[in-house]
């Protein structure tokens, strides 16, 4: 009878120590699920937070001595007041509509001036001490065209915050062909009256003589470069 008692005693521990391994084993199945959601929620809310983050506008990084020009479109924020906010381009007459202060005139201004104005404007009769920002998004492309014995003739675009020499736009087109004569090149441009003038460009010396000063080329030059007389 002690036998039996013994056997049923030690039958109890046992099946005690299963179903207590078994809750630990379910335990952490179940930690590891949680886990696992919560690593799933965490990466799903980092993916809305990228795109929350993406879908604000980003202005282009220009100085503050860019000077705007029609088709630019900037964007214009002040602080606390998103009904003010607006992304816009500039008018061919060199304006912008903007909430509340209407149309004001900022092309041919730099980014910080015309940052100053608009805070003015607002400052004057509707907001106190409003804290505004001025950023371009787009750029109205400036182009000039570099034709002839070149590799890749074409559009180079001048670069919106500073000057684009002659040999950056030659260097554009991949240089000038074996045929080509880049001791005669002609640039023809446009000046701001409308009158056209020529100047010849001894683009061999700009580049081998160390005294010798390159070309800044202005938006709407033609870069022509001749065949060589053979």
């Known amino acids: 009878m002690d036998t039996v008692k013994s056997v049923f005693l030690h039958f109890i521990i046992l099946l005690a120590f299963v179903l207590t391994g078994a809750a630990q084993d379910s335990g952490f199945g179940g930690g590891s699920s949680s886990s696992s959601s919560g690593n799933s929620s965490g990466s799903s809310g ?3 937070g990228a795109s929350g983050g993406s879908s604000q ?3 282009i990084i220009v100085g503050e001595n860019y000077v ?3 088709s630019d479109v900037i964007s214009v924020e002040v602080y606390q007041e998103e009904d003010l906010n607006k992304s816009v381009r500039i008018e061919g007459d060199g ?3 903007l909430a509340l202060i209407g149309k ?4 041919g201004m730099t980014v ?3 940052q100053s104005l608009i805070t003015d404007l607002y400052n004057r009769d509707y907001l106190v001490d409003p804290q505004v920002s001025v950023l371009v998004t787009s750029f109205s492309p ?3 065209h570099v034709l002839g014995s070149v590799n890749s003739p ?3 675009q001048i670069p919106p915050d500073r000057d684009l020499t002659l040999t950056e736009a030659i260097a554009a087109v991949r240089g000038v062909t074996r045929l080509g004569n880049p001791k005669s090149i002609t640039i023809k441009r446009v000046d701001e009256d409308g009158r056209s003038r020529q100047m010849e460009v001894n683009f061999s010396r700009i580049v081998t003589d160390p005294d010798s000063r390159d070309i800044v080329l202005k938006e709407g030059d033609t870069v022509w470069v001749p065949e060589r007389i053979i």
Do not use: C, D, F, N
């Open 46 to 48: 980092g993916s809305t």
């Open 57 to 59: 506008g980003v202005g």
């Open 68 to 70: 705007l020009k029609p």
């Open 95 to 97: 304006s912008v509509a």
């Open 104 to 107: 004001v005139k900022i092309a």
């Open 112 to 114: 910080a001036e015309a």
């Open 142 to 144: 400036k182009i000039v």
């Open 154 to 156: 074409g559009r180079v």
